[in-house]
């Protein structure tokens, strides 16, 4: 575990452990526009505080809510809370995305966490994607379902026409929410599909933890399976809407 994973987990930890212990009201108490074109939350600048705090020594930081804070050869890709309105909602599925790229330009580390219920999972350039829980030190392969039954399709309310087509097409999903998450969950469901503007802050961890699955990624839309036919299935069928 390199020391910039550790710091990762580390800030997640305190992040999971206030939210847990002290979550303050003021959180749900929406402030400015962020450099992510969202607005922020108190609690978005709550976990973003804590990774400057952790991993400013690592690097710049490119946060989704205050943009470029720091300086560094580095660059640390930060959503400080992916999914920020289902936690704003109290539903139990958001978390944390971090991306470290070098000083030569490649992406080294990713880190993503759901705060939810303590998965984390990590990957740095030397090793494969690991999973574990927040305050433990055991790490594994991720799980992998044999015969997943759903796909995670981010962003469905906005497209009836490919729910349908998929729902024609017997492709059972879900729509949590929160897409570095999701991506994270990548090998353990039938597919992830992100319709929608590709924004750097969503997918830089997300997709790293990816390594070795059916990745397409273009301009208005990601899709991520274990099954090449899936992945290449459910491509047709965007095209034809």
């Known amino acids: 575990m390199t020391p910039f ?3 990762c987990i580390q800030a997640n930890e305190e992040i ?3 939210i847990k212990e002290y979550f303050d ?3 749900f108490e929406k402030t400015v526009v962020g450099a992510g074109g969202d607005i922020s939350s108190k609690l978005d600048l709550f976990a973003e505080e804590i990774f400057v ?3 400013s020594s690592f690097g710049q930081i490119e946060s989704e809510e205050s943009g470029l804070i720091g300086d560094g050869a580095a660059k640390i890709i930060i959503d400080p809370i992916d999914g920020s309105s289902n936690a ?3 539903f139990p599925f958001y978390g944390t995305s971090v991306a470290k790229v070098n000083a030569e330009g490649l992406l080294d580390s990713a880190v993503v966490c759901n705060l939810a219920n ?3 999972f990590v990957k740095s350039q030397d090793s494969e994607v690991q999973q574990g829980k927040l305050f433990t030190t055991s790490f594994h392969t991720p799980h992998t379902a044999p015969n997943p039954e759903i796909g995670l399709f981010e962003k469905a309310y906005a497209y009836p026409e490919l729910v349908a087509a998929l729902d024609e097409e017997k492709l059972k999903f879900r729509a949590p929410g929160a897409i570095a998450v999701s991506l994270a969950y990548a090998r353990s469901v039938n597919f992830v599909l992100f319709m929608g503007k590709f924004r750097i802050y969503d997918f830089a961890a997300g997709l790293a933890l990816c390594e070795g699955l059916e990745v397409i990624v273009e301009e208005d839309y990601v899709i991520v399976s274990k099954d090449k036919a899936v992945a290449q299935q459910i491509e047709k069928l965007i095209s034809n809407i």
């Open 53 to 55: 705090k952790h991993l």
């Open 88 to 90: 704003l909602s109290l």
């Open 16 to 18: 999971a452990l206030t």
């Open 118 to 120: 303590s998965d984390i």
């Open 25 to 27: 009201p003021s959180w």
């Open 5 to 7: 994973i550790k710091a």
